[in-house]
């Protein structure tokens, strides 16, 4: 733990842990570690209400009533997962969130209620109960406002508008011996960059990186820059070919409809007005309410052949649940059918179909939020620990972000907390994967690296610490925690120098819509060998273009568009994770369906897919699936609804 950072190096801003994002992880753990007696700061390229977290609709899943329980929720989730959940994390999801919840409410949330005034739950696809814990269809909202109430109160330094580019991390050659010692930022309204330097711990809570894509229920904030960042910085990302496509949005914008409307009795109707879901046999039990992968496949299966509506979509009919119902638990999803699509939901059927919603995928971490990094934490969507495995359970994503941010924010504070029992790092590996690929991803000739060095201090750029042996007594760690951010803060000038004044003339407006598309057209819910390969082809044209990139606006006030130059680079590096992790992994499973492997193929991909940044040439490896829980080692079973 790094005291002081004192000498030649000064630091514009220290404390104890710094929150890197401010949605529903990056709050409850910047309350979590406040409560546990550090010095917060919370650094957010959005004010925090802003956080996509707010636009979450459905719910909060928690076993609360009589009749429910964890173990239950577990194995539901673990089912979900198709069997790549590890069962430790999944059992502390499932055990933590009812407390959580309750927490929520005893901090104002304004939960729905029953009229015995009990918190109302609805049911949601894949849960054998219905556990799904709401506020109407704004859940994300009111926790949003409400954690950020408690930030207030408390006193919480939030640094909004400040958008971390990179991480001030030691330069050893392992990364299982490198320290993260704070982070940088530059603030949009001063364009100002600054280093932050954190004694105790950072904590990485940037949420999703839906912009991979082009049609997506993600914000246009949501650019993946705490899983780039640490990627670059050595941290593995974790099963990032498992991208969740939600069944229902709508088609014009992406903008989501809620699975809420199917847990309330929604049906989806194809062009011949059959009820597809029971009548084409995908989900003979539970019809509409099956998991979302698997709905997602009976909509695309039906436009494929001919039933879809205009060839794009199918329709979600909730009219025969009569208007007070509707106004009551669903009101928002009539202004945004009607705002974002012309339909009033009302009157007519609602058109939807598939886009990209979730990451399942992210930063490996433990369950204390701990990287293989010292001193660097994640959690909430950027982060996998893993709960979701191939597919996320509607419900379970905001439950995580409360349960796993407070235990981040806990340990990075120096809580004593139970060892983690699920490891990361490298050295957790156990084999390498070979894959067969047309390009070579990720690799950079000399000028590349130059013009898009991210992450750790390199050669390259300059900015290489030397603090490798200063750890052994405490006055040279201050010394070097202080060199190393102020290290990365003048790698970091240079970047943002050569992009503002350097001659490259492609933009970043280019690149990102074309990288969107060819992730859309070829890494979507269908998924084969040729198309895996001609997007990996796309994002090394990406990849190229990117090293001539610029920027054209001058300004230090605001300038959208270098900061969206920057986030550009962070999607280039995700894209290619996504689909070198979904070319190697030849089965079907959760949300990864292949042509050519129809099936789960248990024996020889019960395995995690683990991908290590390696200096620019991606290394895949695995690590083993975790399915011993507290009480009983799970079972995988056919997943069947
Ligand atoms: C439309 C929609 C509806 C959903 N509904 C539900 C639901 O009903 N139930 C459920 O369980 N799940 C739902 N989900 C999923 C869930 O809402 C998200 O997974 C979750 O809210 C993500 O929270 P987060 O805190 O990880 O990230 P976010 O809420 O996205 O917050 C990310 C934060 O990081 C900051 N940030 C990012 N990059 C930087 C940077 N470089 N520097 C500084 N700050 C940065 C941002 O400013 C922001 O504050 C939904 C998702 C969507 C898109």
């Given at each position: 733990?790094?005291?002081q950072?004192?000498s030649?190096?000064k630091?514009?801003?220290?404390h104890?842990?710094?929150?890197v994002?401010a949605?529903?992880?990056?709050l409850?753990?910047?309350?979590a570690?406040?409560?546990?007696?550090?010095?917060?700061?919370?650094?957010?390229?959005l004010?925090?209400?802003?956080?996509?977290?707010?636009?979450?609709?459905?719910g909060?899943?928690?076993?609360l009533?009589?009749?429910?329980?964890?173990?239950?929720?577990?194995?539901?989730?673990?089912?979900?997962?198709?069997?790549?959940?590890?069962a430790?994390?999944?059992?502390t999801?499932c055990q933590?969130?009812?407390g959580?919840?309750?927490?929520?409410?005893?901090?104002?949330?304004?939960?729905s209620?029953?009229?015995?005034?009990?918190?109302?739950?609805?049911?949601?696809?894949?849960l054998?109960?219905?556990?799904?814990?709401?506020?109407?269809?704004?859940t994300?909202?009111?926790?949003?406002h409400?954690?950020?109430?408690?930030?207030?109160?408390r006193?919480?330094?939030?640094?909004?508008?400040?958008?971390?580019?990179r991480?001030?991390?030691?330069d050893?050659?392992?990364?299982?011996?490198?320290?993260?010692?704070?982070?940088?930022?530059y603030?949009?309204?001063?364009?100002?960059?600054?280093?932050?330097?954190?004694?105790?711990?950072?904590?990485l809570?940037?949420?999703?990186?839906?912009?991979v894509?082009?049609?997506t229920?993600?914000?246009?904030?949501n650019?993946g820059?705490?899983?780039?960042?640490?990627?670059?910085?050595?941290?593995?990302l974790?099963?990032?070919e498992?991208?969740?496509?939600?069944?229902?949005?709508?088609?014009?914008?992406?903008?989501?409809?809620?699975?809420g409307?199917?847990?309330?009795?929604?049906?989806l109707y194809?062009?011949?007005?059959?009820?597809?879901?029971?009548?084409?046999?995908?989900?003979?039990?539970?019809?509409?309410?099956?998991?979302?992968?698997?709905?997602?496949r009976?909509?695309?299966?039906?436009?494929q052949e001919?039933?879809?509506?205009?060839?794009?979509?199918v329709?979600?009919?909730m009219?025969?649940?009569?208007?007070?119902?509707?106004?009551d638990?669903l009101?928002?999803?009539?202004h945004?059918s009607?705002?974002f699509?012309?339909?009033?939901p009302?009157?007519?059927?609602?058109?939807?179909?598939?886009?990209?919603?979730?990451?399942?995928?992210?930063i490996?971490?433990s369950?204390?939020?701990?990287?293989?990094?010292?001193?660097?934490y994640a959690?909430g969507?950027?982060?996998?620990?893993?709960?979701?495995?191939?597919?996320?359970?509607?419900?379970?994503?905001?439950?995580?972000?409360?349960?796993?941010?407070?235990r981040?924010?806990?340990?990075?504070?120096?809580?004593?907390m139970?060892?983690?029992?699920?490891?990361?790092?490298?050295?957790a590996?156990?084999?390498?994967?070979?894959?067969?690929?047309?390009?070579?991803?990720?690799?950079?000739?000399?000028?590349?690296?130059?013009?898009?060095?991210?992450?750790?201090?390199?050669?390259?750029?300059?900015?290489?610490?030397?603090?490798?042996?200063?750890?052994?007594?405490?006055?040279?760690?201050?010394?070097?925690?202080?060199?190393?951010?102020?290290?990365?803060?003048?790698a970091?000038?240079r970047?943002?120098?050569?992009?503002?004044?350097?001659?490259?003339?492609?933009?970043?407006?280019?690149?990102?819509?074309?990288?969107?598309?060819?992730?859309?057209?070829?890494?979507?819910?269908?998924?084969?060998e040729e198309?895996?390969?001609?997007?990996l082809?796309d994002?090394?044209?990406?990849?190229e273009?990117?090293?001539?990139v610029?920027?054209?606006?001058?300004?230090?006030?605001?300038?959208?568009?270098?900061?969206?130059?920057?986030?550009?680079?962070?999607?280039i590096?995700?894209?290619?994770?996504?689909?070198?992790?979904?070319l190697?992994?030849?089965?079907?499973?959760?949300?990864h369906?292949?042509?050519?492997?129809?099936?789960?193929d248990?024996?020889?991909?019960?395995?995690?897919?683990?991908?290590?940044?390696?200096?620019?040439?991606?290394?895949?490896?695995?690590?083993p699936?975790?399915?011993?829980?507290?009480?009983?080692?799970?079972?995988?079973?056919?997943?069947s609804?």
């Amino acid at each position: 733990m790094v005291q002081q950072l004192e000498s030649a190096y000064k630091i514009m801003h220290e404390h104890d842990v710094i929150v890197v994002g401010a949605g529903g992880a990056g709050l409850r753990a910047a309350v979590a570690a406040d409560e546990a007696g550090a010095d917060v700061a919370l650094v957010s390229k959005l004010h925090p209400v802003r956080s996509h977290t707010g636009a979450a609709e459905g719910g909060i899943n928690a076993a609360l009533r009589d009749g429910d329980s964890w173990e239950s929720h577990a194995y539901d989730t673990m089912k979900g997962s198709d069997y790549l959940g590890d069962a430790p994390a999944i059992e502390t999801l499932c055990q933590d969130s009812p407390g959580e919840v309750v927490q929520l409410e005893n901090w104002g949330m304004a939960f729905s209620r029953d009229d015995d005034g009990r918190m109302s739950q609805r049911p949601f696809g894949g849960l054998s109960f219905p556990r799904t814990t709401y506020a109407g269809a704004e859940t994300g909202h009111h926790l949003l406002h409400t954690l950020y109430e408690q930030v207030v109160k408390r006193g919480i330094q939030v640094y909004d508008e400040w958008y971390v580019t990179r991480l001030a991390v030691t330069d050893h050659d392992d990364p299982e011996e490198r320290e993260c010692r704070g982070v940088v930022a530059y603030e949009l309204q001063t364009g100002e960059l600054d280093a932050f330097a954190a004694r105790n711990g950072v904590i990485l809570a940037t949420g999703g990186p839906g912009q991979v894509y082009d049609h997506t229920t993600n914000a246009v904030a949501n650019t993946g820059d705490g899983p780039a960042m640490a990627y670059r910085a050595g941290v593995p990302l974790e099963d990032m070919e498992f991208v969740q496509f939600h069944p229902t949005t709508l088609p014009s914008t992406g903008v989501l409809i809620t699975e809420g409307v199917r847990g309330e009795g929604g049906i989806l109707y194809n062009a011949e007005g059959e009820r597809f879901m029971f009548e084409g046999g995908y989900a003979n039990n539970v019809g509409e309410l099956a998991s979302r992968d698997v709905v997602a496949r009976a909509e695309l299966t039906e436009i494929q052949e001919g039933r879809g509506i205009e060839d794009d979509y199918v329709h979600l009919d909730m009219r025969h649940l009569g208007e007070e119902r509707i106004v009551d638990r669903l009101e928002n999803i009539v202004h945004l059918s009607e705002d974002f699509e012309g339909v009033d939901p009302l009157e007519k059927p609602m058109p939807v179909k598939p886009g990209q919603h979730y990451q399942m995928g992210g930063i490996e971490v433990s369950e204390n939020g701990e990287t293989c990094i010292a001193g660097l934490y994640a959690a909430g969507e950027c982060a996998c620990v893993s709960v979701h495995g191939s597919n996320r359970l509607g419900g379970n994503a905001l439950p995580e972000l409360i349960v796993f941010g407070a235990r981040a924010g806990r340990h990075a504070a120096g809580e004593e907390m139970e060892p983690a029992s699920v490891a990361t790092g490298p050295s957790a590996g156990i084999d390498t994967a070979d894959v067969d690929t047309p390009v070579s991803p990720g690799a950079l000739g000399p000028d590349e690296r130059e013009a898009v060095a991210d992450g750790r201090p390199t050669e390259a750029d300059g900015s290489r610490a030397s603090d490798g042996d200063a750890r052994a007594d405490g006055g040279a760690v201050a010394v070097a925690a202080g060199e190393t951010v102020e290290r990365a803060l003048e790698a970091e000038r240079r970047r943002v120098d050569r992009l503002l004044n350097g001659d490259g003339d492609r933009r970043h407006a280019e690149i990102r819509s074309k990288l969107q598309k060819a992730m859309t057209r070829n890494v979507n819910v269908f998924r084969n060998e040729e198309g895996l390969k001609q997007a990996l082809r796309d994002v090394r044209a990406a990849r190229e273009a990117y090293a001539d990139v610029g920027v054209s606006d001058p300004s230090s006030t605001f300038n959208t568009d270098l900061i969206h130059t920057i986030e550009t680079r962070n999607l280039i590096d995700l894209a290619e994770a996504i689909t070198l992790s979904a070319l190697a992994r030849t089965e079907f499973r959760g949300a990864h369906w292949r042509e050519g492997y129809q099936e789960r193929d248990d024996e020889n991909w019960i395995r995690h897919t683990m991908l290590s940044w390696n200096e620019g040439t991606p290394e895949l490896y695995y690590t083993p699936v975790d399915l011993q829980g507290e009480n009983e080692e799970y079972e995988p079973q056919i997943r069947s609804y």
